[in-house]
């Protein structure tokens, strides 16, 4: 058994503590093989084994699939942003939305087709406002994470995103900031900041703190 594995196997087993009485063992380790394989994609082929993003996307996936099925309680409004790369628009709005709601609002962000990494020139943007965004990386976009959102904001990914019914969706024509010089991004950030203080205000005080 190589290293990689192991460290799959292990995943798989802390998941099935955690979920215990929620998801199968079988359930789990299909999540998490799936989500290995969907990380390895995103860099068009094998990469090392992330132990530490795997973990996160998959218990993230798990809880999400948890949440749309009612076998998890929703305490907070969740919202979804997602853009065609995961690696600038979707990041900076998911990071201004928990940062303006100080926690009070669950955020996801997610790709259609996601990059390896976020854009530096966002993460350098960001950093000046002192929200930090650089431990963060692109997810793909899959559809439990669609399921769990009560608040679905696209951004230039067309129409990618499943829709479902009961659920808010907005579409956001937002600069890409691929590209840009850091006083294009700053612009970007700012008028994004803008827009989610606007969606913000269209929840309940008593949701947002």
Same mark, same amino acid.
């Given at each position: 058994?190589?290293?990689?594995?192991?460290?799959?196997?292990?995943?798989?087993?802390?998941?099935? *503590?955690?979920?215990?009485?929620?998801?199968?063992?079988?359930?789990?380790?299909?999540?998490?093989?799936?989500?290995?394989?969907?990380?390895?994609?995103?860099?068009?082929?094998?990469?090392?084994?992330?132990?530490?993003? $795997?973990?996160?996307?998959? *218990?993230?996936? #798990?809880?999400?699939?948890?949440?749309?099925?009612?076998?998890?309680?929703?305490?907070?409004?969740? &919202?979804?942003?997602?853009?065609?790369?995961?690696?600038?628009?979707?990041?900076?709005?998911?990071?201004?939305?928990?940062?303006?709601? *100080?926690?009070?609002?669950?955020?996801?962000?997610?790709?259609?087709?996601?990059?390896?990494?976020?854009?530096?020139?966002? $993460?350098?943007?960001?950093?000046?406002?002192?929200?930090?965004?650089?431990?963060?990386?692109?997810?793909?976009?899959?559809?439990?994470?669609?399921?769990?959102?009560?608040?679905? &904001?696209?951004?230039?990914?067309?129409?990618?995103?499943?829709?479902?019914?009961?659920?808010?969706?907005?579409?956001?024509?937002?600069?890409?900031?691929?590209?840009?010089?850091?006083?294009?991004?700053?612009?970007?950030?700012?008028?994004?900041?803008?827009?989610?203080?606007? #969606? #913000?205000?269209?929840?309940?005080?008593?949701?947002?703190?």
């Amino acid at each position: 058994m190589d290293y990689g594995e192991q460290l799959l196997r292990r995943a798989v087993a802390d998941l099935s *503590r955690d979920f215990e009485g929620v998801f199968s063992r079988g359930t789990i380790e299909r999540y998490v093989r799936e989500t290995q394989q969907q990380l390895d994609d995103i860099g068009g082929g094998p990469i090392n084994f992330a132990r530490a993003r $795997v973990d996160w996307f998959a *218990r993230d996936r #798990l809880r999400a699939l948890a949440q749309a099925e009612g076998h998890l309680e929703k305490r907070q409004p969740e &919202v979804l942003f997602v853009c065609v790369h995961n690696a600038g628009r979707s990041q900076i709005a998911a990071a201004l939305t928990h940062a303006l709601s *100080r926690g009070a609002v669950g955020v996801r962000s997610a790709g259609s087709v996601p990059e390896l990494d976020i854009n530096p020139v966002v $993460v350098q943007a960001m950093s000046e406002i002192g929200v930090d965004i650089s431990q963060e990386f692109p997810k793909p976009l899959t559809d439990e994470v669609v399921r769990a959102a009560d608040v679905v &904001v696209t951004m230039g990914c067309g129409d990618s995103c499943p829709v479902y019914p009961g659920k808010h969706y907005e579409d956001w024509d937002v600069a890409d900031p691929a590209g840009q010089p850091i006083e294009v991004v700053r612009g970007i950030r700012d008028d994004i900041a803008q827009r989610v203080r606007i #969606l #913000l205000g269209t929840f309940t005080p008593a949701s947002v703190g």
